[in-house]
């Protein structure tokens, strides 16, 4: 019997990929909640118009992305998809809110040429310094660090900070670059310069980019036509008619159907693994299972570990967790300045917000109204909000910012506030080692515990979606 903790998207594409392995048989997936989908929630307002309280648009790019277009056809939810693709104006205006004013992000080889309003100097000579700067070798460091150290402050206060914000709500001089863009810093202490590294991997590129797409073209159309498209078409992300929880809801429905049992209500209290079974205490009662796969934040396994494996919870542990607010805002009419992605928020700027993100340009669902998302918090929450922030109070900050930032005087017809505590793990420098540390001790120590979610790989849909399939092959292959 396999327990798998959590019903968010990790933990129900866990029983998912379990469904297909033999070796897991008798499936429960542990919810301590009244409800399915973790951080993945939409809100359906009555005009229809959805407000997503979580995440919305999923990459389409590299392994991972076509993972979940897999998931996604096999669901069934294929003509719910929304796509967006690379040549969509949208996706090409994304903004950055730096010394008080808004610049957009150069994507062209005009851009690129000459200066820009962000960096006050053309990429060109970034370039040219970056080839010219030394190496230091490392084994990690922060995303920030190694920017300064290759591209120039700028470019980290600037550019870097802004995306770590939109993607970790996080602070860049302590997020992992060795995590974060693995690949970048090891092209950098290989070759002694990113540039360089890249110019010289370039044909060896091209030619697996070739093969991969010859391969996935090649495929049987029965089984990943949902890829072939997005292939052909130059998708670059996309959303879901109706909102995303369609997806955790698709996918608690298939594998409960085929025999999982899903358990509402039902804490895990504590772990404590046998030589032939695991004792986990759910609601003040015991109950044996053979295996558990852990989708919970790290820090929270920490606490159900702790008595019987103290050393592992003590890596589990330094694993943190930031809060975001969440400001949800409807208009009653189209008052977009600007047709763009989203804006993101240079930290330098010391305001309490971290982005806005413009639903109606992104994901258009009423071209009479306008719908914005502002994120806010993250790893500065407490700065500006404290430990005990109230809902109103996010509201008239999110109000505030979107009059200063995007000059939009209405006030908002419809709005909805969530505060999302300790919902973005932090891959801060050392993350990578500390994950090598976490397996050696469960394989050491023979542990039947596989681990999947956002504390552990990458904290995006796609990353969590793969997690769990790696955990269920993890687990299977120590049975």
């Not at 998207?9 to 008798?26: F, I």
């Not at 078409?233 to 959303?239: A, N, R």
């Not at 917000?353 to 340009?361: A, P, R």
């Not at 500390?434 to 001790?441: E, N, Q, V, W």
Request: charged fraction near 20%.
């Amino acid at each position: 019997m396999t327990a798998i903790l959590g019903a968010g998207m990790s933990g129900l594409s866990a029983a998912y990929y379990a469904l297909e392995n033999s070796k897991l048989a008798s499936i429960s997936i542990l919810e301590a909640s009244n409800r399915v989908g973790g951080w993945v929630r939409s809100k359906k307002l009555r005009d229809g118009t959805v407000f997503e309280q979580g995440p919305r648009t999923i990459r389409v790019q590299g392994l991972n992305g076509r993972n979940t277009l897999e998931l996604v056809e096999q669901l069934g939810l294929s003509d719910k998809i929304i796509p967006i693709t690379n040549s969509n104006l949208v996706v090409k205006s994304r903004l950055i809110y730096a010394d008080n004013q808004l610049h957009v992000v150069p994507t062209n080889l005009i851009g690129i040429i000459r200066k820009n309003t962000l960096l006050k100097r053309s990429v060109l000579s970034i370039i040219w310094n970056e080839i010219n700067t030394p190496t230091i070798s490392k084994d990690d460091e922060s995303i920030h660090s190694f920017v300064t150290r290759r591209l120039g402050q700028d470019v980290a206060d600037k550019v870097i900070s802004p995306i770590v914000c939109g993607i970790f709500a996080g602070d860049a001089h302590k997020i992992s670059v060795k995590s974060l863009a693995k690949s970048i810093f090891e092209i950098e202490q290989k070759h002694g310069s990113i540039i360089k590294g890249l110019a010289l991997g370039q044909l060896f590129k091209n030619e697996q980019n070739q093969a991969e797409k010859n391969n996935i073209l090649n495929v049987n159309n029965n089984q990943k036509s949902l890829v072939n498209k997005a292939q052909r078409e130059s998708w670059s992300i996309w959303g879901m008619k109706g909102g995303l929880e369609q997806l955790p809801e698709a996918l608690a429905n298939s594998v409960t159907k085929r025999g999982v049992k899903l358990k509402m209500g039902h804490k895990c209290e504590q772990l404590k693994f046998h030589e032939d079974h695991v004792e986990l205490t759910i609601n003040g009662k015991i109950e044996k299972y053979y295996n558990v796969i852990s989708s919970l934040p790290a820090k929270d396994l920490a606490n159900l570990v702790q008595e019987q494996h103290p050393q592992l919870s003590k890596e589990l542990r330094e694993i943190p967790t930031v809060t975001v607010g969440v400001v949800n805002l409807q208009f009653r009419q189209n008052v977009l300045p600007l047709n763009a992605f989203g804006i993101l928020i240079a930290p330098k700027e010391e305001i309490p917000i971290l982005g806005i993100i413009l639903d109606s340009c992104v994901l258009p669902q009423n071209s009479q109204k306008t719908v914005l998302t502002v994120m806010m918090g993250g790893a500065w929450f407490e700065k500006y909000f404290g430990k005990c922030s109230s809902e109103e109070h996010l509201l008239t900050v999110a109000v505030d910012q979107v009059r200063e930032i995007l000059e939009i005087n209405e006030d908002p017809q419809v709005f909805n506030v969530s505060i999302l505590k300790d919902c973005i793990p932090q891959h801060i420098v050392g993350h990578m080692q500390r994950l090598t540390r976490i397996r050696d001790y469960i394989s050491t120590h023979k542990i039947p515990l596989g681990l999947c979610g956002s504390s552990y790989q990458g904290v995006g849909l796609n990353d969590v979606i793969l997690s769990a399939k790696q955990a269920v092959s993890d687990i299977s292959l120590n049975i």
